[in-house]
C-alpha cells in the first residue's frame, strides 16, 4: 500500500509540476510576443495570437493553416525577407472560420469584427519576426 500512495504522489507532484511549467510557457510566450510587437497590441490581441499559435503546434502550423487555405501570396512575403502584404480582417475571418474567431474573441476579450481587425493587422508582424531569417524552423 505504501508503494501505491508513494506513486499516487509522486503523479501528484508531477502533475503540479508540469502546471507550474506549461503557465510558465505560456508566460514566456506572451513576453517574447509582447516583445515582438511592442506596445502596439492590447493584451487581449497578445492572448488571441498565443492561442492561435499554440492550437496550431508553432508558427510552422499556422502558416501551413493559412497558406492551405488560400493565403499563400501574403504568408510567403511575411515568412520572406521582403515587405509584408497586408490581409483584410475578411480574409482573417475566412482562413480561420467563425468559431476560431468566436474562440479567439472570447480569450481576447473582443468581438470578432474588432479581433479580425487587430489580427490583420498583427498577424503579419508576428509571422515575420518569428521568421527572421526568412525561413520556418522545424
Do not use: C
Request: glycine residues 10%; hydrophobic residues 45%.
Amino acid at each position: 500500500m505504501t508503494l501505491v500512495n508513494n506513486l499516487i504522489t509522486f503523479v501528484d507532484s508531477f502533475r503540479r509540476a508540469e502546471t507550474i511549467l506549461y503557465a510558465n510557457l505560456v508566460e514566456h510566450a506572451m513576453n517574447a510576443l509582447e516583445g515582438l510587437l511592442g506596445a502596439q497590441a492590447g493584451s487581449g490581441v497578445l492572448s488571441a495570437l498565443n492561442r492561435l499559435i499554440d492550437e496550431h503546434g508553432g508558427v510552422q502550423g499556422v502558416v501551413s493553416h493559412l497558406t492551405q487555405r488560400g493565403l499563400v501570396e501574403p504568408v510567403k512575403s511575411w515568412v520572406s525577407r521582403g515587405p509584408n502584404q497586408p490581409i483584410s480582417s475578411d480574409q482573417v475571418l475566412k482562413v480561420l472560420g467563425s468559431g476560431t474567431m468566436l474562440h479567439l474573441g472570447v480569450i481576447a476579450g473582443m468581438s470578432v469584427p474588432d479581433l479580425g481587425r487587430e489580427l490583420a493587422t498583427f498577424l503579419p508582424q508576428v509571422i515575420d519576426k518569428l521568421t527572421p531569417n526568412g525561413e520556418l524552423s522545424n
